[in-house]
């Protein structure tokens, strides 16, 4: 029983070290619990510099949780809580998303706490948002000329029926 029990922490461990987000498990009071290789990774710390810690004093460099904190909205209303923010300490963009884990009165033990890099998506959002702007102020001047033209041939129109008069 207990060489089970030893394999099924070790496979535990491979995989939570094998994701490529950071993940951490945190206390209802923002304690650092447990942390994954690429958590440390992301921020260039080791695990016992992370663990016991405050997250918002390892992850932003605070003395309190970010106001958009999805852990202190998870632990509120008892469901997973997301937020896309940029993180100066990281100077990336990401996407974090806070999950209580419940005890079988529905009270919230503690949370899972997943940091994806999504920097590049931002960046390739920019470059959209630009390229419709750039189509968007086409538009406009290729409609704006269509009009143009239309009132032309009006005019011209109008111009021939008058010579016609005219003769």
């Given at each position: ?123 390739e959002d920019k470059i959209i948002q630009g390229r419709n702007e750039e189509l968007e102020r086409f538009h406009k001047l290729a409609v704006g000329r269509e009009l143009k033209m239309i009132e032309l041939k009006k005019r011209i129109m109008q ?9």
């Amino acid at each position: 029983m207990e060489e089970e029990l030893k394999k099924a922490a070790e496979e535990w461990k491979r995989t939570f070290d094998s994701m490529v987000d950071g993940i951490s498990i945190h206390t209802t009071d923002f304690k650092i619990r447990n942390v994954n290789v690429t958590m440390c990774n992301m921020f260039g710390k080791k695990k016992e510099e992370m663990i016991g810690k405050k997250c918002y004093e390892v992850f932003h460099g605070k003395r309190s949780p970010l106001t958009i904190c999805p852990q202190k909205r998870a632990i509120t209303s008892k469901k997973r809580q997301s937020a896309e923010f940029f993180e100066p300490l990281l100077n990336k963009w990401v996407s974090v998303t806070s999950s209580p884990v419940l005890n079988g009165q529905g009270g919230v033990i503690e949370l899972v706490h997943i940091v994806r890099d999504i920097t590049d998506k931002k960046n390739e959002d920019k470059i959209i948002q630009g390229r419709n702007e750039e189509l968007e102020r086409f538009h406009k001047l290729a409609v704006g000329r269509e009009l143009k033209m239309i009132e032309l041939k009006k005019r011209i129109m109008q111009l021939e029926k008058s010579a016609d008069g005219v003769k």
